[in-house]
């Protein structure tokens, strides 16, 4: 371990400088780093407390910034979020398939000079269906 961080929780708060990270992610960190369950468990708890980690608040903000950044279908992004370790009920409520439709016609925007066979192929790699897909490229 690099004698920067004495403790856990001085990398915890290292590696939470950069982006908010959902509990299992700081979890799955700290112990790469070889700190002993107890010392995660104690970093958890008052990372916890001082609304540093926060999994519903990591789930807006991962929804806000991919939505913002680069659109994913919803079931794309309820993945992302179990990957991550959130709970599936926090996911239910942070990602909503209704906004599917705003997100293609955010993606058509930004790639209106691709034809619509490429379009299609495009939105469907970011984990649109097919019928959702044809049905807002007739609108």
């Known amino acids: 371990m690099s004698p920067k961080f004495k403790t856990a929780i001085d990398f915890a708060l290292y590696f939470l400088k950069f982006r908010p990270r959902s509990e299992k992610e700081v979890r799955l960190r700290l112990a790469q780093k070889g700190f002993a369950k107890k010392e995660i468990e104690t970093t958890i708890l008052q990372l916890k407390k001082s609304g540093l980690i926060d999994d519903k608040i990591f789930a807006q ?21 179990k990957q991550k370790g959130v709970a599936e009920d926090i996911i239910e409520q942070m990602v909503s398939p209704e906004k599917d439709k705003m997100r293609i016609k955010k993606l058509i925007k930004q790639k ?21 897909i ?6």
């Open 61 to 81: 903000k991962w929804v806000e910034w991919r939505d913002a950044t680069s659109p994913r279908a919803s079931r794309v992004l309820k993945l992302e979020l």
């Open 134 to 139: 044809k049905e807002t490229l007739k609108e």
């Open 112 to 132: 209106k000079f691709l034809e619509k066979e490429k379009l299609a192929q495009f939105l469907a790699r970011r984990g649109f269906g097919w019928e959702q």
